[in-house]
């Protein structure tokens, strides 16, 4: 029977770079696995594939292949002599454990690539949430932040007990090996093993403050040093203050993320502040000097005359580190006056205000009519 192109089989072109054959083995021999693919052909085509990649992933034999065709192996007893699985191909460059590891919960042995149970792990990052006030973040601040962190135990240095002893179960490995026998031949799979819990180490007396877990959980207050203009979903970096590491690793990290408070009376936009100075009639009218509260205390500002609400003031280097403050005027109509000042706003109306603005928009309604 006529083969397929082991280059078709695999999906990539005659050029294709070593990681590229690599890769699509990868892919296919996760879609047409046996024992998870319920495809009618897939015992056949994960031989195909397995075959095709033998072939391409090898130098010389691909240079044969590329030369010869399939005829390039006719009388070599490979690829057709094999009476069960994988007995004519060769694999022991391909680390199948990351490939497999969902199908038999473990490492493959048999192909390399197993992983040390045992090795050092670091600990798990935390992210912590800060509320801070306004000024609290405009200005930096130190607080006192309680945390619940799992930390190594101090009674038992981390280890869980006193007197190691290497693991009867896995000799000191951390996993324990099993067979499998499928249509394809016997691999051999790795679990962690439940005795030690994948440490290799074993403890004559266990330690009863960690209950031999080798961490502890405990109630710590640290002292932060918030910097200066931190505004809400801005984070710091405590190195180390995570969670304790595994098996001698590393501390993880913890993370600040900070919640500003909403002020009263100041907006803030980035490093600028924003604030809405309220004005009288008569202020806006002939203009005035008003105490504005700035961050850094108060400064005198000049309001012209004629100022409308909107109308926008900069005072320079008044916001948060270096951004300024921006004055923003909103003119007060008062709803209620006695009759002396009905009086005055009447015998105002009668006199020749600025009404330019007015006198267009009155010209504009009527060459609207």
Do not use: W
């Not at 930390?151 to 009867?168: I, L, M, P, V």
């Amino acid at each position: 029977m006529n083969k397929k192109d082991y280059y078709e089989v695999l999906g990539v072109s005659k050029d294709a770079s070593e990681a590229e054959i690599k890769s699509a083995f990868r892919r296919l021999a996760k879609q047409y696995h046996p024992d998870v693919s319920k495809e009618a052909n897939a015992e056949e085509k994960f031989k195909e594939i397995q075959e095709a990649y033998e072939v391409l992933s090898d130098e010389n034999k691909r240079r044969q292949y590329d030369q010869f065709g399939h005829a390039a192996f006719d009388n070599q007893g490979g690829f057709g002599s094999g009476t069960g699985g994988f007995s004519g191909f060769d694999t022991s460059g391909f680390d199948f454990g990351d490939i497999f590891d969902n199908i038999f919960g473990g490492g493959f042995s048999g192909f390399g690539g197993s992983r040390s149970a045992n090795q050092a792990r670091q600990g798990s990052d935390r992210l912590l949430r800060v509320r801070l006030t306004f000024l609290e973040a405009a200005f930096g601040c130190t607080k006192d932040i309680k945390l619940e962190v799992i930390e190594k135990c101090d009674d038992c240095n981390g280890k869980g007990g006193t007197g190691e002893e290497t693991c009867s179960e896995c000799h000191g490995t951390g996993t324990i090996t099993s067979e499998q026998r499928t249509l394809f031949g016997t691999f051999m799979s790795k679990t962690t093993c439940s005795k030690c819990n994948g440490r290799g180490k074993t403890y004559k007396t266990r330690c009863s403050t960690c209950k031999g877990t080798g961490r502890v959980t405990s109630n710590k207050t640290i002292t932060v040093n918030v910097p200066k203009g931190v505004d809400t979903g801005s984070r710091v970096r405590l190195s180390g203050k995570g969670e304790a590491g595994v098996n001698g690793g590393e501390n993880g990290d913890l993370y600040l993320e900070f919640v500003v408070d909403k002020h009263e009376f100041y907006n803030r936009d980035g490093d600028d502040i924003y604030l809405k100075v309220p004005i009288n009639v008569t202020e806006a009218i002939l203009g005035t000097k008003k105490e504005i509260p700035t961050l850094y205390g108060n400064v005198k500002l000049t309001i012209p005359a004629g100022t409308n609400t909107g109308d926008k003031q900069r005072i320079k280097g008044k916001g948060i580190n270096k951004g300024d403050m921006y004055v923003i005027m909103d003119v007060r109509i008062p709803k209620k006056i006695d009759r002396e000042q009905k009086k005055l706003f009447e015998e105002l109306e009668d006199t020749d205000l600025d009404d330019s603005v007015i006198s267009s928009f009155d010209k504009f309604t009527e060459s609207n009519e």
